[in-house]
């Protein structure tokens, strides 16, 4: 599977964005594409996820209500719009596929081997 990250930027706080995933080479083990982020000096943390079939979604709590992921079947294309963007959420955003969205949601993300490139959003105060 081949993932490419973009839509990130700089924007102030209150400020949107949308994140768009491409993927490539689908499998049966990739029922779900997610987003995470990593934040400078902290961890990778899981943000928002959503099923190719069906759009189950799952979200972090912290946000919820701010963000929205949706996905295009057709374009094999995964999108993460960001309303009310604020200082914290300031990260590089990666987008990985799972089995499904509770495994996305779940999973240790130290347990990825690799993240790709990401794109950085950077929310200014």
């Known amino acids: 599977v081949q993932l490419q990250a973009s839509g990130g930027g700089l924007v102030q706080t209150g400020g949107s964005l949308r994140l768009s995933c491409a993927v490539s080479?689908?499998?049966?083990?990739?029922?779900?594409v997610g987003w995470f982020r990593r934040a400078p000096g902290k961890e990778y943390e899981f943000v928002a996820a959503?099923?190719?079939?069906?759009?189950?979604?799952e979200y972090d709590d912290s946000v919820k209500g701010r963000f929205d992921i949706s996905r295009d079947d057709a374009k094999n294309t995964c999108y993460l719009q960001m309303n009310s963007l604020k200082p914290e959420d300031t990260a590089i955003y990666y987008c990985k596929t799972g089995i499904n969205t509770w495994y996305l949601k779940t999973v240790d993300p130290s347990s990825f081997a690799s993240w790709g490139q990401g794109t950085q959003v950077t929310v200014s105060s």
């Open positions: 080479g689908r499998t049966s083990r990739t029922s779900a």
């Open positions: 959503v099923s190719w079939a069906g759009g189950t979604t």
